[in-house]
């Protein structure tokens, strides 16, 4: 729609992987999972258990099996101390045994291990962590709190995910609740991600754009997940950001950190020029010329002033309430952000930003018992976005000028409440129920009460109706906004979710339900000025000849079910291969406002198998694979324009005069009818059985993975894996009524029946035509498949048709397509008390027509109802490399502890551009209106509508995505040094973090639009004058000062 240490005791050999899954262990890592495993062995004997027990006075205890295995599962992450009791007197411990999310961690008691010292018959070691985990087949990385002490990290868990190889930054168009961009995974949309905090889903409800998070200060853990997880958890086919927020310990520690990102201190931000596009020779069909050939190389954006200064303070306590019984733990950050930011030339304003970002965190764990566990948190994230003032900008002197108006704020507030209870009924079966809550409000306060219309593109006005001394951007007024949102727009949702798992033999069985409501209410622009009832629309002048009135809202309310259930089976094949097979089904169902549903999506099949081989059998070596399928379900935002009430009309006038407000005067329309709608959206009431076909699929990729990882030798470690994604089936809208009609006239449907009303005629339409052509204008359908299209008729003497429409009915060359390839060598160093260090190269390749649930090029993020598949000509030419795709990364990560009081770290990231393209109009060429016009061969679905270009084409040339080359590399190294002073016993803490330290300010994102306008009464094609010119760029370099304080 229009826009560790390696054991060499022979004993243990062959039998690390063995005790992983034969003790219950659990093979694939768990995408929102909150607990882990630790397993191993000991010396065979009688009388002999070995117990958990972490600082939160969580404790479990289990027996050594005949064969002198153990397994201790579902434990929360954290570090444990591990003992081994034989008659009840305690024969060996291990000490900082961590865990992570999902995964297994190997403890060994036999006498041979090495870095054990033998105290009578009390053995201890420092750390029980091993480097590689043969338990598990997923592909993640776990950054912990230790971690996020060390690095150059910002904080959000964005940047911590971007650690993760074969992540992306994606488009900076879309932002998450934070206002942070969003992360692709392996290529991607932004929006096919999943966000948990402590096992619940908190992704941003209603178009799915990222998640809320913890505060920093309270995060525990953070797996990223880039593929390969079992059948336990879905709903993402791009990764999984998973958070788990810290708890209160047996002893009470508090502290707190203020930082600082200081204004001065930045770098300063690269101006913006126009370039100097190449404009084509004039032909004897049309004529080409620069929009504006005053602009060329002149000022775009003056971004030398729009920098920002930033403060955080954050704070925190945890301890016992009831000594091994009940534990709290809090934390709370708020940030505040003063930023400046100057306007394009052409809106000639400056905005003067105050913004704060404020979360709260709080956790009770309560060990009812040894066997039985129940954890509460609450987490709060609140976001005020442009409180502050709009100025007049003079780009003459570069100089702020006079008021024009209080900016907009625009609020994101949630609330999530959550319940976790943990049952250990035996050794072998373990009950997990989590029930959670969320409640979201994103109002927006408006500052700006402007009765005036907003006037877009002013450079386009006829500089013959301007006063002199205007200057080639035109002249604008004190409005801001194009559409208004409700001030009491909410999101809503709860969750349930069951998993037991049961050790049967050789297998350990596990079954769930998972299911999710989410319902939205009030969301969507409002084209009414709030301010000026009388006032629906804002204008937009085309060229010197053709200013457009533009009436665009869809506000509106909507709910969504998703509801699943799997059975897992983690089976030890052999003593040293792990075999995980699972299966999931999911069941989606979207309602539009009036609570009808309009997308049903039942037995969603999908198959998990994943396998680890612990080659050597001591935990030194591990090759593993997985296949799966992982279905999307469409956001509640997927009702928005598709299924409820939408309006998107314009109007084209001539005009004789501006007004001193930019308003345009001596209105006469240009067309019969004079106002339209390029895809049907009239403001009228849609029937949910047409707006999708009736046989519509969600949106699935198949997976394949294959991996190893392997200890070079006591210190280092290394590893390859390759990836394989083919997304099967999308959902996306399409715009083409006509379409469907030549297969009713194909089918021998009588043509009076689908026969427009005749202005001249008091005659009603044909019987099918409101059906094809009214408010089911646009249809949600899966591109490539045969798609059952319902029609009704508008009397009883015609039947209802079901009419099958294949991809040749469509018109469409080929299906979705979005394949992706990538291959990943890693060289690391974990830390051993000195010093760390990890390598990642990622060569990734990826083609296709489909970018996913999004369009990045221009940012539309209208989910699932992009431009793309509106036509078969908007889709000729798309065929191309992906948006979210990186040819080459190179990841480079490190600390090192100078002393005990310094320490040194980095971070760099180095990879290879965006893809360039350019859109204009269709075609090997034509001439005047009846080539170029709306609905002509250059404009055949009137997306452009005389203005700026949305086809893979530009001057009659094809331009798929890559074919004229990429953004350059960008380099951004981050630099830290900590100070830990012996003096305050290494608790005070004094930081300096420096971000992009070689201040590189490349563009990573450049304006794909080439035709900007068509001229009718020159017969003229306008380049725009911005294209190939940045859009996005690199941030300047900012240094973080910041003071510690941990008790």
Request: hydrophobic content about 30%; charged content about 15%.
């Amino acid at each position: 729609m229009s826009r560790s240490n390696k054991i060499h005791n022979p004993n243990w050999r062959h039998t690390a992987l063995a005790v992983a899954l034969s003790m219950s262990l659990g093979g694939v890592a768990m995408a929102q999972s909150t607990s882990g495993s630790i397993f191993g062995q000991a010396p065979v004997a009688a009388g002999e258990t070995v117990s958990a027990t972490n600082a939160s006075g969580v404790s479990r205890e289990v027996a050594v099996d005949s064969a002198g295995r153990f397994s201790l599962n579902n434990l929360p992450v954290g570090t444990y101390t591990v003992t081994l009791k034989k008659g009840g007197a305690v024969v060996g411990t291990r000490e900082k045994v961590a865990i992570s999310p999902g995964g297994g961690t190997s403890v060994n008691f036999q006498a041979a291990s090495p870095g054990v010292t033998e105290l009578g018959t009390l053995s201890v070691t420092a750390s029980a962590l091993p480097s590689i985990d043969v338990s598990s087949v997923n592909s993640s990385t776990v950054i912990t709190a230790a971690d996020l002490r060390k690095l150059p990290v910002s904080r959000n868990a964005e940047s911590i995910a971007l650690l993760a190889p074969g992540t992306t930054s994606g488009s900076n168009y879309f932002n998450g609740p934070g206002g942070h961009a969003l992360v692709s995974f392996g290529g991607s949309s932004v929006t096919e991600n999943a966000y948990y905090v402590n096992g619940y889903n908190t992704g941003e409800p209603y178009k799915n754009l990222g998640g809320f998070q913890l505060p920093y200060g309270a995060i525990d853990q953070q797996e990223t997940l880039t593929g390969g997880y079992s059948a336990k958890y879905g709903r993402s086919d791009g990764g999984v950001i998973n958070q788990i927020g810290k708890r209160g310990t047996n002893e009470w520690h508090f502290g707190g950190q203020v930082a600082w990102e200081p204004r001065f201190l930045e770098g300063t931000p690269v101006n913006n020029y126009y370039g100097h596009p190449n404009v084509p020779a004039s032909t004897s069909q049309v004529n080409y010329a620069l929009e504006k050939p005053a602009l060329a190389g002149t000022l775009h954006q003056y971004r030398a002033d729009n920098k920002q200064w930033d403060t955080v303070y954050s704070a925190y306590l945890g301890g016992p309430l009831i000594q091994d019984k009940l534990f709290m733990f809090l934390a709370a950050e708020t940030t505040e952000t003063q930023s400046n930011n100057v306007e394009i030339a052409s809106n000639r304003k400056v905005q003067y930003n105050n913004d704060k970002d404020t979360k709260f965190y709080g956790k009770l764990d309560w060990n009812i018992t040894d066997s039985n566990i129940l954890e509460l948190t609450a987490l709060d994230n609140r976001s005020r976005n442009g409180a502050g003032r709009t100025y007049a900008f003079d780009y003459n002197t570069l100089k702020s000028g006079a008021f024009v108006a209080n900016n907009d704020v625009t609020k994101d507030n949630a609330q999530f409440y959550l319940g976790h209870f943990t049952s250990y009924i035996t050794d072998a079966a373990t009950l997990s129920i989590l029930y959670g809550k969320a409640n979201f409000q994103n109002p927006t306060i408006y500052g700006n009460t402007s009765p005036l219309p907003f006037i877009s593109r002013p450079y386009n006005e006829n500089p013959a109706y301007l006063p002199p001394g205007t200057g080639p951007n035109g002249i604008t007024n004190a409005q801001t906004n194009t559409s208004w949102s409700a001030n009491n727009a909410t999101n809503g949702t709860h969750g349930l979710r069951v998993d037991f798992d049961y050790k049967l033999g050789d297998h350990d069985l596990s079954v769930g339900i998972d299911n999710m409501t989410y319902k939205a209410r009030n969301q969507g622009p409002n084209q009414q000025n709030p301010f000026n009832p009388a006032l629906n629309y804002y204008w937009r002048y085309i060229s010197a000849t053709t200013v457009q009135a533009r009436e665009i809202g869809w506000q509106t309310s909507m709910t969504m079910t998703q509801k699943a259930y799997y059975l897992q089976d983690s089976w030890q094949v052999a003593s040293n291969v792990l075999l995980d097979i699972g299966v999931r089904n999911d069941h989606f169902t979207n309602f539009n406002d009036v609570g009808k549903p309009f997308v049903d999506e039942k037995n969603q099949w999908e198959p998990r198998i994943g396998a680890s081989w612990d080659v050597n059998g001591d935990s030194s070596f591990k090759i593993y694979g997985n296949v799966g399928r992982y279905y999307l379900a469409l956001p509640d935002n997927a009702a928005e324009r598709a299924a409820n009430i939408s309006t998107y009309l314009t109007t084209n006038y001539n005009y004789t005069g501006i007004d001193a407000n930019g308003v345009p005067t001596g209105l006469t329309t240009q067309d019969t009818p004079a106002t339209t709608s390029p895809d049907g959206e009239k403001g009228l009431p849609k029937d949910p059985q047409q707006v999708t076909a009736r046989n519509l699929k969600p949106e699935y990729l198949d997976e394949f993975i294959v991996g190893f990882d392997k200890k070079l030798n006591e210190s280092w470690n290394y590893g390859a894996k390759a990836m394989w994604r083919d997304l099967k089936t999308a959902i996306d809208d399409e715009c083409s009524p006509s379409r469907i009609g030549n297969k009713l006239l194909a089918q021998g449907v009588d043509p009076a029946t689908l026969a427009g009303p005749d202005p001249t005629i008091p005659a009603p339409a044909g019987a099918y035509y409101d059906s094809l052509y009214g408010a089911s204008y646009c249809r949600l359908i899966n591109p490539g498949q045969t798609n059952d299209i319902l029609v009704k008729s508008s009397d009883s003497a015609h039947p209802n048709i079901l009419v099958p429409m294949s991809q040749k009915d469509w018109g469409f060359q080929q299906g979705v397509k979005r394949k992706i390839g990538s291959l990943n060598l890693y060289l690391e160093h974990p830390f051993d008390g000195k010093w760390q260090a990890r390598v990642d190269y990622t060569y990734t390749r990826g083609f296709g027509n489909t970018e996913g649930q999004v369009r990045s090029d221009f940012g539309q993020a209208d989910v699932s109802k992009t431009e793309d598949w509106d036509s078969w000509q908007l889709m000729d030419g798309a065929n191309g490399e992906l948006a979210n795709v990186r040819k080459h990364q190179l990841r480079i990560r490190g600390a090192y502890q100078i002393t005990p009081e310094w320490l040194v770290s980095a971070t760099l990231l180095a990879q290879s551009g965006y893809p360039k393209e350019c859109l204009g109009y269709y075609g090997t060429g034509g001439s005047g209106k009846a080539y170029y016009g709306p609905g002509h061969a250059g404009d055949p679905t009137a997306y452009n509508n005389y203005g700026s270009g949305n086809y893979h084409w530009c001057n009659g040339v094809r331009y798929p995505a890559g074919t004229l080359g990429h953004t350059p590399w960008t380099e951004q190294l981050n630099l830290g040094v900590h100070y830990a002073p012996a003096f305050a016993d290494h608790k005070l803490g004094f930081n300096l973090d420096i971000f992009n330290a070689l201040d590189q300010q490349r563009a990573v994102q450049t304006d794909p639009t080439g035709n900007s306008s068509y001229n009718r009464y020159t017969n003229t094609l306008n380049i725009n004058n911005s294209y190939g010119d940045g859009i996005f760029f690199q941030p300047p370099r900012t240094v973080r000062l910041s003071v510690t304080y941990d008790y």
